[in-house]
């Protein structure tokens, strides 16, 4: 079962930045369409940004022009930057298989399909 760990989130003020990193165990990380998620309280988990094994990325417009994701697959790990935060932006951040597609497809070189077991997140707070 691959794991997966996200770290990097904490409390910054409106305008700052971080950096959100997710590690994930297993060979085949390379191969998978990964995505960042979040979760708001009292919301349902959306998908914010991913990123295909050839490196074509994705954005929803409520973040598009301030996030940016992006891999490294020699250390399995996916990197979400977070620039010019906003209140809206709080929430609880995961990384997954990019779910655009059904779980099991294969498209283009990647593999979709969010994984139904999820790591523990990582918790970004924005003050206004």
């Known amino acids: 079962q691959v794991q997966l760990v996200e770290s990097g989130g904490g409390l910054v003020q409106a305008g700052g930045s971080l950096r959100l990193s997710c590690a994930a165990s297993?060979?085949?990380?390379?191969?998978?369409?990964m995505g960042w998620y979040r979760q708001a309280p009292g919301k349902q988990r959306d998908l914010v940004a991913s990123i295909s094994v050839a490196g074509s990325t994705n954005y929803a417009d409520s973040v598009k022009g301030r996030f940016t994701i992006s891999r490294d697959n020699a250390k399995n790990t996916v990197y979400l930057q977070m620039n010019s935060l906003k209140p809206e932006d709080t929430a609880v951040y995961y990384c997954n298989r990019d779910s655009k597609y059904p779980s099991g497809t294969f498209y283009r070189g990647s593999h979709y399909g969010a994984y139904d077991y999820w790591g523990q997140g990582t918790q970004v707070t924005v003050s206004s």
């Open positions: 297993g060979s085949t990380f390379k191969i998978n369409a």
